[in-house]
């Protein structure tokens, strides 16, 4: 069972259309990965890394992706978590982004 921090429930809409990637690792690490659009059409995206006994390691929202589909947010961000699942988390563990 994964254990959410902050800044998904800060992120978490579910009124919101939304597309999600979930992956499980080699090592047990589990990424998810969700985009959506905001109400007012801003693509906006969630990257997870989750430890196999559901612990957060890393998680971060982007408020917006300016000139990104959902597709290619989501591409991007599953990406990132597969860099940060291999590579460690950066030095600030759980934290929103913007861009």
């Known amino acids: 069972m994964r254990i959410r921090g902050n800044v998904f429930w800060t992120w978490a809409d579910p009124t919101l259309h939304h597309r ?3 992956e499980i690792l080699d090592d047990g690490t589990v ?4 985009v959506r659009l ?18 957060p390691i890393y998680e971060e ?13 989501l591409v991007w961000g599953v990406g990132r978590a597969r860099q940060i699942a291999v590579e460690g988390a950066p030095a600030s563990r759980v934290r929103t982004a913007s861009r």
């Open 38 to 55: 905001s109400r007012t059409g801003n693509t906006q995206l969630f990257v997870g890394v989750y430890a196999a006994s559901g612990m």
């Open 20 to 22: 999600m990637h979930d």
């Open 61 to 73: 929202a982007y408020e917006s992706r300016p000139h990104e589909s959902m597709t290619r947010a």
């Open 31 to 34: 990424i998810d990965v969700q």
